[in-house]
Protein backbone atom coordinates (compact mmCIF):
# COMPACT_ATOMS: atom_id res chain seq x y z
CA UNK A 1 0.00 0.00 0.00
CA UNK A 2 1.43 3.36 -0.88
CA UNK A 3 2.37 5.84 2.14
CA UNK A 4 -1.12 6.86 4.10
CA UNK A 5 -2.87 9.85 3.83
CA UNK A 6 -5.64 9.87 5.85
CA UNK A 7 -5.53 8.22 8.96
CA UNK A 8 -8.44 7.30 11.70
CA UNK A 9 -7.89 6.06 15.25
CA UNK A 10 -10.73 4.75 17.52
CA UNK A 11 -12.65 7.53 15.93
CA UNK A 12 -16.18 7.86 17.43
CA UNK A 13 -18.64 10.75 16.78
CA UNK A 14 -22.59 11.01 16.02
CA UNK A 15 -25.74 13.19 16.74
CA UNK A 16 -27.47 14.83 19.46
CA UNK A 17 -27.27 11.79 22.49
CA UNK A 18 -26.55 8.81 19.14
CA UNK A 19 -23.61 7.54 18.36
CA UNK A 20 -22.64 6.72 14.75
CA UNK A 21 -19.41 6.24 14.16
CA UNK A 22 -18.44 3.65 17.11
CA UNK A 23 -14.62 3.70 16.83
CA UNK A 24 -13.66 3.34 13.31
CA UNK A 25 -10.17 2.53 12.36
CA UNK A 26 -9.19 3.38 8.96
CA UNK A 27 -6.19 4.27 6.36
CA UNK A 28 -6.17 6.14 3.25
CA UNK A 29 -3.25 5.40 1.01
CA UNK A 30 -2.11 8.30 -1.21
CA UNK A 31 -2.74 8.92 -4.61
CA UNK A 32 -5.17 5.58 -4.23
CA UNK A 33 -8.86 5.05 -4.70
CA UNK A 34 -10.16 4.56 -1.04
CA UNK A 35 -14.07 3.14 -1.10
CA UNK A 36 -16.34 2.75 1.80
CA UNK A 37 -18.98 0.57 0.96
CA UNK A 38 -21.68 -0.77 3.58
CA UNK A 39 -25.33 -0.66 4.30
CA UNK A 40 -27.55 2.68 4.45
CA UNK A 41 -27.74 4.17 7.98
CA UNK A 42 -24.40 2.63 9.15
CA UNK A 43 -22.40 5.88 9.34
CA UNK A 44 -21.10 6.20 5.65
CA UNK A 45 -22.09 9.67 5.76
CA UNK A 46 -21.73 10.25 8.86
CA UNK A 47 -17.57 9.46 8.64
CA UNK A 48 -16.81 11.87 6.00
CA UNK A 49 -18.93 14.52 7.62
CA UNK A 50 -16.64 13.58 10.71
CA UNK A 51 -13.75 13.81 8.68
CA UNK A 52 -14.73 17.12 7.04
CA UNK A 53 -15.25 18.26 10.46
CA UNK A 54 -18.97 19.25 10.60
CA UNK A 55 -20.01 16.27 12.71
CA UNK A 56 -17.29 16.77 16.02
CA UNK A 57 -15.36 14.14 17.53
CA UNK A 58 -16.18 12.63 20.23
CA UNK A 59 -13.40 10.27 20.70
CA UNK A 60 -10.02 9.09 18.65
CA UNK A 61 -8.21 10.63 16.44
CA UNK A 62 -8.35 11.90 12.78
CA UNK A 63 -5.03 12.65 10.59
CA UNK A 64 -4.14 14.16 7.47
CA UNK A 65 -0.24 13.06 6.70
CA UNK A 66 0.08 12.85 10.23
CA UNK A 67 -1.41 16.37 11.29
CA UNK A 68 -4.47 16.16 13.21
CA UNK A 69 -7.94 16.94 11.67
CA UNK A 70 -10.31 16.43 14.66
CA UNK A 71 -9.25 19.72 16.40
CA UNK A 72 -9.89 21.92 13.61
CA UNK A 73 -13.15 24.00 12.14
CA UNK A 74 -14.77 22.57 8.83
CA UNK A 75 -13.27 25.92 7.12
CA UNK A 76 -9.67 25.12 8.71
CA UNK A 77 -10.35 21.37 7.75
CA UNK A 78 -10.78 22.50 3.95
CA UNK A 79 -7.60 24.78 4.15
CA UNK A 80 -5.73 21.77 4.83
CA UNK A 81 -6.84 20.27 1.56
CA UNK A 82 -9.15 18.04 2.75
CA UNK A 83 -12.35 18.57 0.02
CA UNK A 84 -16.17 16.88 0.47
CA UNK A 85 -18.75 16.31 -1.86
CA UNK A 86 -21.48 15.70 0.07
CA UNK A 87 -24.14 13.83 -0.27
CA UNK A 88 -27.22 15.18 -2.95
CA UNK A 89 -24.44 17.79 -4.07
CA UNK A 90 -25.78 21.22 -1.73
CA UNK A 91 -25.10 23.09 -4.44
CA UNK A 92 -25.77 26.54 -3.93
CA UNK A 93 -29.35 26.87 -5.89
CA UNK A 94 -29.45 30.23 -6.52
CA UNK A 95 -26.00 30.87 -8.11
CA UNK A 96 -24.90 30.24 -11.54
CA UNK A 97 -22.42 27.27 -11.83
CA UNK A 98 -19.51 29.35 -12.60
CA UNK A 99 -20.51 30.93 -9.28
CA UNK A 100 -20.65 27.55 -7.21
CA UNK A 101 -17.35 27.01 -8.83
CA UNK A 102 -16.15 29.99 -7.62
CA UNK A 103 -17.27 29.40 -4.40
CA UNK A 104 -15.38 25.87 -4.22
CA UNK A 105 -11.92 28.56 -4.80
CA UNK A 106 -12.89 30.46 -1.83
CA UNK A 107 -10.02 30.21 0.14
CA UNK A 108 -7.88 30.49 -3.05
CA UNK A 109 -6.68 33.97 -3.44
CA UNK A 110 -4.19 33.64 -6.29
CA UNK A 111 -6.13 34.35 -9.49
CA UNK A 112 -3.77 32.64 -11.26
CA UNK A 113 -4.49 29.44 -10.04
CA UNK A 114 -8.16 29.99 -10.02
CA UNK A 115 -7.91 30.55 -13.63
CA UNK A 116 -6.03 27.16 -13.93
CA UNK A 117 -7.98 25.14 -12.24
CA UNK A 118 -11.31 26.19 -13.57
CA UNK A 119 -10.01 25.73 -17.03
CA UNK A 120 -9.06 21.99 -15.83
CA UNK A 121 -12.43 21.49 -15.03
CA UNK A 122 -14.18 22.52 -17.84
CA UNK A 123 -11.96 20.24 -19.81
CA UNK A 124 -12.54 17.38 -17.83
CA UNK A 125 -16.43 18.48 -17.16
CA UNK A 126 -16.98 20.46 -20.64
CA UNK A 127 -21.26 20.17 -20.09
CA UNK A 128 -20.19 22.96 -17.11
CA UNK A 129 -18.30 25.91 -19.30
CA UNK A 130 -21.61 25.51 -21.79
CA UNK A 131 -23.74 25.89 -19.09
CA UNK A 132 -21.42 27.77 -17.49
CA UNK A 133 -24.38 30.85 -16.27
CA UNK A 134 -27.46 28.83 -15.62
CA UNK A 135 -28.52 28.77 -12.37
CA UNK A 136 -27.61 25.05 -10.40
CA UNK A 137 -30.82 25.23 -9.01
CA UNK A 138 -32.88 24.73 -12.47
CA UNK A 139 -29.57 21.66 -13.52
CA UNK A 140 -30.94 18.65 -14.04
CA UNK A 141 -29.18 15.43 -11.59
CA UNK A 142 -26.17 14.22 -13.59
CA UNK A 143 -25.36 18.42 -14.16
CA UNK A 144 -25.63 18.86 -10.64
CA UNK A 145 -23.73 16.24 -9.46
CA UNK A 146 -20.74 17.30 -12.16
CA UNK A 147 -21.21 20.58 -10.52
CA UNK A 148 -20.71 19.69 -7.56
CA UNK A 149 -17.56 17.42 -8.05
CA UNK A 150 -16.13 20.66 -10.48
CA UNK A 151 -16.85 22.87 -7.28
CA UNK A 152 -14.88 20.50 -5.07
CA UNK A 153 -12.00 20.19 -7.64
CA UNK A 154 -11.89 23.83 -7.65
CA UNK A 155 -10.15 23.52 -4.06
CA UNK A 156 -7.46 21.96 -5.30
CA UNK A 157 -7.50 19.32 -2.95
CA UNK A 158 -5.03 16.56 -2.22
CA UNK A 159 -7.88 14.46 -0.60
CA UNK A 160 -11.31 14.53 -2.74
CA UNK A 161 -13.93 12.91 -0.33
CA UNK A 162 -17.39 11.86 -2.46
CA UNK A 163 -20.38 11.02 -1.35
CA UNK A 164 -22.43 8.77 -2.97
CA UNK A 165 -21.99 9.91 -6.11
CA UNK A 166 -24.27 7.65 -8.02
CA UNK A 167 -26.82 8.46 -6.08
CA UNK A 168 -30.58 9.03 -7.93
CA UNK A 169 -28.58 8.89 -11.10
CA UNK A 170 -29.68 6.92 -14.50
CA UNK A 171 -27.22 4.41 -15.10
CA UNK A 172 -25.78 6.24 -18.37
CA UNK A 173 -24.60 9.02 -16.11
CA UNK A 174 -23.19 6.99 -13.44
CA UNK A 175 -21.16 5.90 -15.78
CA UNK A 176 -19.92 9.21 -17.01
CA UNK A 177 -19.64 10.06 -13.29
CA UNK A 178 -17.53 7.23 -13.00
CA UNK A 179 -15.50 7.81 -15.80
CA UNK A 180 -14.68 11.54 -14.68
CA UNK A 181 -13.60 9.90 -11.19
CA UNK A 182 -11.24 6.98 -12.71
CA UNK A 183 -9.94 9.68 -14.66
CA UNK A 184 -9.08 11.90 -11.63
CA UNK A 185 -7.53 8.82 -10.05
CA UNK A 186 -5.46 7.77 -12.92
CA UNK A 187 -4.14 11.62 -12.25
CA UNK A 188 -2.87 11.09 -8.95
CA UNK A 189 -5.68 12.47 -6.82
CA UNK A 190 -6.14 10.83 -3.77
CA UNK A 191 -10.07 10.09 -3.66
CA UNK A 192 -11.76 8.56 -0.31
CA UNK A 193 -15.38 6.56 -2.24
CA UNK A 194 -18.63 6.26 0.13
CA UNK A 195 -20.75 3.97 -2.45
CA UNK A 196 -23.44 1.82 -1.51
CA UNK A 197 -23.07 0.56 -4.89
CA UNK A 198 -20.34 -1.70 -4.30
CA UNK A 199 -19.77 -3.48 -8.15
CA UNK A 200 -19.40 -0.21 -10.02
CA UNK A 201 -15.87 0.10 -7.83
CA UNK A 202 -15.12 -3.10 -6.95
CA UNK A 203 -12.48 -3.62 -10.37
CA UNK A 204 -11.19 -0.04 -9.73
CA UNK A 205 -10.76 0.61 -6.05
CA UNK A 206 -6.97 0.44 -4.22
CA UNK A 207 -8.91 -0.88 -1.43
CA UNK A 208 -12.57 -1.38 0.13
CA UNK A 209 -13.54 -0.87 3.37
CA UNK A 210 -16.88 -2.13 4.74
CA UNK A 211 -18.48 0.25 7.31
CA UNK A 212 -21.02 -2.18 9.44
CA UNK A 213 -22.74 -0.48 12.84
CA UNK A 214 -20.40 2.90 13.15
CA UNK A 215 -16.99 0.02 12.38
CA UNK A 216 -15.23 -1.25 9.80
CA UNK A 217 -16.05 -5.06 9.84
CA UNK A 218 -13.70 -5.53 6.56
CA UNK A 219 -11.11 -4.36 4.70
CA UNK A 220 -9.21 -5.70 1.27
CA UNK A 221 -9.38 -5.19 -2.42
CA UNK A 222 -12.06 -5.75 -4.89
CA UNK A 223 -11.55 -9.48 -6.11
CA UNK A 224 -11.24 -10.35 -2.61
CA UNK A 225 -14.34 -9.12 -1.96
CA UNK A 226 -16.01 -10.67 -5.14
CA UNK A 227 -14.19 -13.99 -3.53
CA UNK A 228 -16.17 -13.26 -0.46
CA UNK A 229 -20.47 -13.76 -1.68
CA UNK A 230 -21.58 -14.48 1.95
CA UNK A 231 -20.09 -10.88 2.93
CA UNK A 232 -21.61 -9.10 -0.02
CA UNK A 233 -24.74 -11.09 0.44
CA UNK A 234 -24.70 -10.53 3.81
CA UNK A 235 -24.27 -6.41 3.79
CA UNK A 236 -25.46 -5.48 0.73
CA UNK A 237 -27.86 -7.85 -0.26
CA UNK A 238 -26.42 -8.40 -3.93
CA UNK B 1 -53.07 63.72 -11.48
CA UNK B 2 -51.17 65.91 -8.85
CA UNK B 3 -52.32 63.43 -6.34
CA UNK B 4 -51.10 60.53 -8.58
CA UNK B 5 -47.63 62.53 -7.85
CA UNK B 6 -47.99 63.48 -4.33
CA UNK B 7 -48.75 59.73 -3.52
CA UNK B 8 -46.03 58.36 -5.88
CA UNK B 9 -43.82 61.05 -4.48
CA UNK B 10 -44.84 59.45 -0.70
CA UNK B 11 -44.62 56.34 -1.38
CA UNK B 12 -41.72 56.16 -2.99
CA UNK B 13 -40.16 58.00 0.03
CA UNK B 14 -42.11 55.71 2.66
CA UNK B 15 -40.77 52.80 0.38
CA UNK B 16 -37.50 53.61 0.56
CA UNK B 17 -36.82 54.22 4.36
CA UNK B 18 -38.88 50.46 5.06
CA UNK B 19 -36.40 48.58 2.40
CA UNK B 20 -33.66 49.55 3.72
CA UNK B 21 -35.12 48.70 6.89
CA UNK B 22 -35.66 45.40 5.75
CA UNK B 23 -32.69 44.50 4.38
CA UNK B 24 -30.89 44.61 7.03
CA UNK B 25 -33.47 42.06 8.71
CA UNK B 26 -33.77 39.68 5.78
CA UNK B 27 -30.07 38.91 5.52
CA UNK B 28 -29.83 38.07 9.12
CA UNK B 29 -32.99 35.66 8.60
CA UNK B 30 -31.65 34.22 5.49
CA UNK B 31 -28.12 33.45 6.60
CA UNK B 32 -28.34 32.81 9.98
CA UNK B 33 -32.39 31.92 10.25
CA UNK B 34 -32.37 34.36 13.48
CA UNK B 35 -35.41 37.29 13.81
CA UNK B 36 -33.70 40.06 15.19
CA UNK B 37 -36.51 41.39 17.15
CA UNK B 38 -33.50 44.26 18.41
CA UNK B 39 -33.92 45.67 14.51
CA UNK B 40 -36.55 48.31 15.35
CA UNK B 41 -34.44 49.24 18.75
CA UNK B 42 -31.47 49.36 16.59
CA UNK B 43 -33.36 52.11 13.49
CA UNK B 44 -34.02 54.15 17.26
CA UNK B 45 -30.45 53.90 18.11
CA UNK B 46 -29.16 54.97 15.30
CA UNK B 47 -31.28 58.02 14.72
CA UNK B 48 -30.54 59.03 18.27
CA UNK B 49 -26.46 58.34 17.62
CA UNK B 50 -27.07 60.43 14.44
CA UNK B 51 -28.46 63.31 16.69
CA UNK B 52 -26.23 62.90 19.67
CA UNK B 53 -23.62 63.39 17.23
CA UNK B 54 -24.32 66.37 15.11
CA UNK B 55 -25.97 68.33 18.16
CA UNK B 56 -23.66 67.55 21.26
CA UNK B 57 -20.55 66.60 19.26
CA UNK B 58 -20.73 68.83 16.75
CA UNK B 59 -20.41 66.55 13.61
CA UNK B 60 -21.30 67.55 9.87
CA UNK B 61 -24.51 65.71 8.96
CA UNK B 62 -23.18 63.11 6.82
CA UNK B 63 -20.39 62.46 9.48
CA UNK B 64 -23.07 61.86 12.10
CA UNK B 65 -24.84 59.61 9.79
CA UNK B 66 -21.74 57.55 9.28
CA UNK B 67 -20.78 57.63 12.95
CA UNK B 68 -24.39 56.10 13.54
CA UNK B 69 -24.15 53.44 11.38
CA UNK B 70 -20.92 52.27 12.70
CA UNK B 71 -22.46 52.73 16.45
CA UNK B 72 -24.79 50.59 15.06
CA UNK B 73 -23.02 48.11 13.12
CA UNK B 74 -20.74 47.66 16.32
CA UNK B 75 -24.32 47.22 18.06
CA UNK B 76 -24.79 44.47 15.47
CA UNK B 77 -21.43 42.53 16.40
CA UNK B 78 -22.19 42.81 20.03
CA UNK B 79 -25.41 40.38 19.54
CA UNK B 80 -23.57 38.59 17.54
CA UNK B 81 -21.09 37.58 20.43
CA UNK B 82 -23.39 38.09 23.47
CA UNK B 83 -26.28 36.29 21.82
CA UNK B 84 -26.28 34.95 18.52
CA UNK B 85 -22.99 32.91 19.29
CA UNK B 86 -23.66 31.09 22.58
CA UNK B 87 -27.36 30.49 21.68
CA UNK B 88 -26.08 28.97 18.40
CA UNK B 89 -24.19 26.17 20.38
CA UNK B 90 -27.57 25.36 22.38
CA UNK B 91 -30.72 23.93 20.62
CA UNK B 92 -33.93 25.61 19.95
CA UNK B 93 -31.70 28.32 18.97
CA UNK B 94 -34.56 30.05 16.69
CA UNK B 95 -36.59 30.78 19.68
CA UNK B 96 -34.25 31.40 22.14
CA UNK B 97 -33.08 34.34 19.98
CA UNK B 98 -36.21 35.70 19.06
CA UNK B 99 -36.92 36.01 22.99
CA UNK B 100 -33.18 37.12 23.63
CA UNK B 101 -32.97 40.09 20.66
CA UNK B 102 -37.20 41.00 22.55
CA UNK B 103 -34.67 41.65 25.88
CA UNK B 104 -31.73 43.27 23.98
CA UNK B 105 -34.35 45.52 21.97
CA UNK B 106 -35.77 46.71 25.15
CA UNK B 107 -32.68 47.44 26.79
CA UNK B 108 -31.53 49.65 23.90
CA UNK B 109 -34.81 51.31 24.38
CA UNK B 110 -34.99 51.97 28.11
CA UNK B 111 -31.34 53.33 27.65
CA UNK B 112 -32.41 56.08 25.15
CA UNK B 113 -35.12 56.96 27.19
CA UNK B 114 -33.11 57.34 30.39
CA UNK B 115 -30.32 59.10 27.82
CA UNK B 116 -32.70 61.96 26.34
CA UNK B 117 -35.80 61.39 27.45
CA UNK B 118 -39.25 60.32 26.42
CA UNK B 119 -40.37 63.94 24.43
CA UNK B 120 -39.83 63.91 20.92
CA UNK B 121 -36.37 65.16 19.36
CA UNK B 122 -36.36 66.83 15.91
CA UNK B 123 -33.68 64.94 14.01
CA UNK B 124 -30.82 67.76 13.20
CA UNK B 125 -30.32 65.51 9.61
CA UNK B 126 -32.84 67.48 7.18
CA UNK B 127 -32.85 69.21 4.54
CA UNK B 128 -35.20 72.62 3.83
CA UNK B 129 -37.08 73.42 0.64
CA UNK B 130 -39.20 71.23 -1.74
CA UNK B 131 -38.95 71.17 -5.54
CA UNK B 132 -42.59 72.09 -7.54
CA UNK B 133 -43.86 69.40 -9.87
CA UNK B 134 -46.94 70.23 -11.76
CA UNK B 135 -48.42 71.59 -8.43
CA UNK B 136 -47.11 69.77 -6.02
CA UNK B 137 -44.38 70.28 -4.17
CA UNK B 138 -41.99 67.81 -3.13
CA UNK B 139 -39.69 68.17 -0.51
CA UNK B 140 -36.09 68.20 -0.52
CA UNK B 141 -35.81 65.62 2.39
CA UNK B 142 -37.93 63.23 0.70
CA UNK B 143 -35.67 63.10 -2.23
CA UNK B 144 -33.01 62.92 -0.14
CA UNK B 145 -34.51 60.20 1.26
CA UNK B 146 -34.41 58.44 -1.79
CA UNK B 147 -31.06 59.01 -2.83
CA UNK B 148 -29.57 57.97 0.58
CA UNK B 149 -31.79 54.85 0.31
CA UNK B 150 -30.58 54.16 -3.63
CA UNK B 151 -27.04 54.65 -2.39
CA UNK B 152 -27.18 52.57 0.33
CA UNK B 153 -29.41 49.28 -1.53
CA UNK B 154 -26.90 49.79 -4.46
CA UNK B 155 -24.02 49.48 -2.24
CA UNK B 156 -25.60 46.57 -0.51
CA UNK B 157 -26.35 44.85 -4.05
CA UNK B 158 -22.51 45.37 -5.04
CA UNK B 159 -21.50 43.67 -2.04
CA UNK B 160 -23.77 40.81 -2.30
CA UNK B 161 -22.92 40.23 -6.17
CA UNK B 162 -19.45 41.04 -7.17
CA UNK B 163 -17.44 40.47 -3.88
CA UNK B 164 -15.98 37.59 -2.34
CA UNK B 165 -17.35 38.66 1.03
CA UNK B 166 -20.63 38.91 -0.73
CA UNK B 167 -20.31 35.67 -2.37
CA UNK B 168 -20.10 34.07 0.78
CA UNK B 169 -22.71 35.54 2.59
CA UNK B 170 -25.08 34.28 -0.30
CA UNK B 171 -23.76 30.72 -0.14
CA UNK B 172 -23.87 30.39 3.74
CA UNK B 173 -27.63 31.31 3.33
CA UNK B 174 -28.47 29.08 0.58
CA UNK B 175 -26.61 26.37 2.22
CA UNK B 176 -24.44 26.65 5.42
CA UNK B 177 -22.98 23.49 5.59
CA UNK B 178 -22.18 23.40 1.80
CA UNK B 179 -20.55 26.95 2.81
CA UNK B 180 -18.38 24.96 5.30
CA UNK B 181 -17.43 23.02 3.18
CA UNK B 182 -16.40 25.59 0.41
CA UNK B 183 -13.40 27.20 3.56
CA UNK B 184 -16.34 29.85 4.86
CA UNK B 185 -16.21 30.17 8.44
CA UNK B 186 -19.59 31.03 9.24
CA UNK B 187 -19.17 32.60 12.68
CA UNK B 188 -17.06 34.98 10.78
CA UNK B 189 -20.03 35.72 8.08
CA UNK B 190 -22.47 35.94 10.96
CA UNK B 191 -20.54 38.52 12.53
CA UNK B 192 -20.71 40.41 8.98
CA UNK B 193 -23.80 40.44 8.26
CA UNK B 194 -24.96 41.29 12.13
CA UNK B 195 -22.66 44.33 11.64
CA UNK B 196 -23.69 45.32 7.93
CA UNK B 197 -27.75 44.77 9.05
CA UNK B 198 -26.92 46.84 12.30
CA UNK B 199 -25.45 49.63 10.02
CA UNK B 200 -28.57 49.70 7.65
CA UNK B 201 -30.81 50.10 10.75
CA UNK B 202 -28.71 53.18 11.91
CA UNK B 203 -29.31 54.32 8.22
CA UNK B 204 -33.26 53.87 8.34
CA UNK B 205 -33.67 55.01 11.83
CA UNK B 206 -32.00 58.54 10.91
CA UNK B 207 -34.19 58.39 7.40
CA UNK B 208 -37.45 57.98 9.62
CA UNK B 209 -36.85 60.36 12.43
CA UNK B 210 -35.89 62.94 9.94
CA UNK B 211 -39.32 63.11 8.47
CA UNK B 212 -41.05 62.27 11.77
CA UNK B 213 -38.98 62.63 14.76
CA UNK B 214 -36.98 60.72 17.15
CA UNK B 215 -38.92 59.04 20.19
CA UNK B 216 -37.74 56.05 22.07
CA UNK B 217 -40.40 53.92 20.71
CA UNK B 218 -39.95 55.18 17.32
CA UNK B 219 -38.59 51.58 15.92
CA UNK B 220 -41.11 49.68 16.91
CA UNK B 221 -43.74 50.80 14.06
CA UNK B 222 -40.91 50.84 11.20
CA UNK B 223 -39.86 46.98 12.42
CA UNK B 224 -43.17 45.86 12.53
CA UNK B 225 -43.62 46.85 8.85
CA UNK B 226 -40.07 45.57 7.58
CA UNK B 227 -41.15 42.02 9.11
CA UNK B 228 -44.41 42.11 7.01
CA UNK B 229 -42.22 43.02 3.83
CA UNK B 230 -39.95 40.19 4.97
CA UNK B 231 -42.80 38.20 5.14
CA UNK B 232 -44.14 39.52 2.03
CA UNK B 233 -41.53 38.90 0.14
CA UNK B 234 -39.98 35.17 1.60
CA UNK B 235 -38.17 35.43 4.59
CA UNK B 236 -34.36 35.79 4.02
CA UNK B 237 -35.07 36.97 0.31
CA UNK B 238 -33.08 40.57 -0.46
CA UNK B 239 -33.89 41.31 -3.56
CA UNK B 240 -37.77 40.15 -3.03
CA UNK B 241 -37.48 42.35 0.16
CA UNK B 242 -36.70 45.64 -1.42
CA UNK B 243 -38.99 45.33 -4.36
CA UNK B 244 -41.95 44.62 -1.46
CA UNK B 245 -40.89 47.65 0.13
CA UNK B 246 -41.22 49.93 -2.40
CA UNK B 247 -44.74 48.43 -3.15
CA UNK B 248 -46.22 48.57 -0.24
CA UNK B 249 -45.02 52.01 0.46
CA UNK B 250 -46.57 53.00 -2.50
CA UNK B 251 -49.67 50.78 -1.12
CA UNK B 252 -49.64 52.53 2.22
CA UNK B 253 -49.66 55.99 0.50
CA UNK B 254 -52.51 55.18 -1.77
CA UNK B 255 -54.71 53.91 1.48
CA UNK B 256 -53.90 56.96 3.53
CA UNK B 257 -54.91 59.46 0.47
CA UNK B 258 -57.48 56.92 -0.25
CA UNK B 259 -58.98 55.94 3.04
CA UNK B 260 -57.49 57.66 5.71
CA UNK B 261 -54.09 57.19 7.86
CA UNK B 262 -55.92 54.76 10.26
CA UNK B 263 -56.94 52.30 7.53
CA UNK B 264 -53.19 51.92 6.59
CA UNK B 265 -51.96 49.58 8.29
CA UNK B 266 -55.19 47.49 8.30
CA UNK B 267 -54.90 47.14 4.68
CA UNK B 268 -51.34 45.81 4.84
CA UNK B 269 -52.03 42.95 7.37
CA UNK B 270 -55.25 42.07 4.99
CA UNK B 271 -52.47 42.33 1.94
CA UNK B 272 -50.29 39.93 3.94
CA UNK B 273 -53.23 37.42 4.96
CA UNK B 274 -54.11 37.21 1.47
CA UNK B 275 -50.58 36.93 0.05
CA UNK B 276 -49.96 34.18 2.49
CA UNK B 277 -53.00 32.25 1.46
CA UNK B 278 -51.82 32.38 -1.76
CA UNK B 279 -48.47 31.76 -1.57
CA UNK B 280 -47.57 30.40 2.15
CA UNK B 281 -43.70 31.03 1.17
CA UNK B 282 -44.14 34.75 0.05
CA UNK B 283 -44.38 36.43 -3.17
CA UNK B 284 -40.60 35.12 -3.96
CA UNK B 285 -39.86 32.88 -1.34
CA UNK B 286 -39.22 29.52 -2.60
CA UNK B 287 -39.61 25.96 -0.65
CA UNK B 288 -35.90 24.60 -0.94
CA UNK B 289 -36.32 21.19 -2.13
CA UNK B 290 -33.45 18.72 -2.87
CA UNK B 291 -34.21 16.37 -5.89
CA UNK B 292 -32.04 13.53 -5.56
Known amino acids: MAEPILQLKGVKSGYAGRLVLQGADFVAGKGELTAVIGPNGHGKSTLLKTISGIVRVSEGEISLKGKRLDTLRPDQVVAEGVIHVPQGDLLFPGMTIYENLMMGAYLTREAGSVAERLERVFTLLPKLKDRRNQVAGTLSGGERRMCGIGRGLMAGGELLMLDEPSLGLAPIVIDQIYEVIFDLRHAGLSILLVEENAERIMDQADSIHLLDNGRFAWTGKGAELMARPEIVEAYLGA | ?292
Open chain 2, 1 to 292: MDVVIQIIASGLTLGAMYAVATVGLSLVYGSLNMLNMAHGALLTLGGYMCYAAITHLGFHPVLGLAAAALVCALAGLAIYVFATLPLLRAENFETNIFIATIGIGAVIESLMLKSFGPYPIPQPLAVSGSVVIGNVHIPLQNIMILLTALVAMTAVALLLQKTRAGRAIRATSMSRDAAQLMGVRVGQIYAQVLALSGGLAAISGVMISSIATLTPVMGGDPMLKAFIICIVAGLGNVYGAVLAAIVLGLLEAATQYVLGVRWSFATLLLLVILVLIWRPYGLFGRQQVVRL
